[in-house]
């Protein structure tokens, strides 16, 4: 049996911040942008893995979802508490530098981890946490 990854997602308040942030300063492909319901799904992905999509996504995108726990999604949100993901770079101080000149909020600058990874962190515009990991000999 062959299990793989194929989208994940991502919480965002606002498309056209997250669009400038993924597109133009990490340089993921736009593959779709649709509108349904009253909301709006763009979805990037790495021209380098063209089976794996991020889903960039209002939170709580659940029409199921009431008034307060919508609330709630979009205040752990502002406050960076929604998990992000862990990028994979073969030059973690060169992926620091583009992203940190591009004005993104800095977690961590490039350093030499314990478990065998150089890596850095960001915030992007909604205040996810983005990893960015270089595995050792790259």
């Known amino acids: 049996m062959d299990i793989r990854l194929s989208q994940c997602f991502i919480a965002v308040d606002d498309h ?13 492909e736009v593959r779709n942008d649709v509108g349904f319901e009253g909301m709006r799904w763009v979805t990037v992905g790495s021209p380098s893995q063209s089976d794996v999509e991020i889903v960039l996504e209002p939170p709580a ?4 979802a009431s ?3 919508k609330q709630a999604m979009a205040e752990l949100l502002a406050k ?11 030059d973690c101080d060169a992926t620091f530098e583009r ?9 961590q600058e490039p350093i030499d981890q314990p478990y065998g ?15 960015f990991a270089q595995r050792p000999g790259k």
């Open 67 to 69: 008034s307060a726990d």
């Open 117 to 131: 990874v150089r890596d850095c962190a960001f915030r992007d515009p909604a205040g996810n946490m983005l990893r």
């Open 61 to 64: 995108a659940n029409p199921n």
């Open 16 to 28: 056209d911040k997250a669009l400038a942030f993924y597109r133009d300063v990490l340089g993921l």
């Open 80 to 90: 960076g508490m929604l998990r992000g993901v862990i990028f994979s770079t073969d």
């Open 99 to 107: 992203i940190q000149a591009s004005g993104a909020e800095v977690l």
